[in-house]
């Protein structure tokens, strides 16, 4: 785990500031309290993806809610989906299993 100060020093474009912001607003859910926290890598790695919708791709911060929510959503269809895939692999019989792949045209 680490500190928002190490966070800036790795994050290219991150401001501290921001960093406050955007966990009052729970788009990153750190651990301890204001001035403590301690950030797992799925912190850094969603505070990689805000900095780049803001600075890469020019999403303001009005939009982002929006486009988080979404991402979340996606990520999560795709988690479902693995699950949903590795059941079938592992519990239902071969026949079952190609007959559902050429029902859903794979």
Same mark, same amino acid.
């Given at each position: 785990?680490?500190?928002i100060?190490?966070?800036?020093?790795?994050?290219? @474009?991150?401001?501290?500031?921001?960093?406050?912001?955007?966990?009052d607003?729970?788009?990153?859910?750190?651990? @301890?309290?204001?001035?403590?926290?301690?950030f797992?890598?799925?912190?850094?790695?969603?505070l990689?993806?805000?900095?780049?919708?803001?600075?890469?791709?020019?999403?303001?911060?009005?939009?982002?809610?929006?486009?988080l929510?979404?991402?979340?959503?996606?990520y999560?269809?795709?988690?479902?989906?693995?699950?949903?895939?590795?059941?079938?692999?592992t519990?239902?019989?071969?026949?079952?299993?190609?007959?559902?792949?050429r029902?859903? @045209?794979?």
């Amino acid at each position: 785990m680490i500190t928002i100060e190490m966070l800036t020093h790795t994050i290219s @474009g991150l401001d501290p500031e921001d960093v406050r912001r955007w966990i009052d607003y729970s788009w990153v859910r750190p651990d @301890g309290a204001p001035g403590q926290y301690r950030f797992h890598e799925i912190d850094v790695a969603r505070l990689r993806l805000i900095v780049e919708l803001r600075d890469d791709l020019g999403v303001d911060e009005a939009a982002l809610p929006v486009v988080l929510s979404l991402l979340d959503q996606l990520y999560d269809t795709r988690r479902q989906m693995r699950r949903i895939r590795t059941a079938i692999e592992t519990a239902v019989p071969e026949d079952v299993r190609l007959r559902l792949l050429r029902d859903l @045209g794979a």
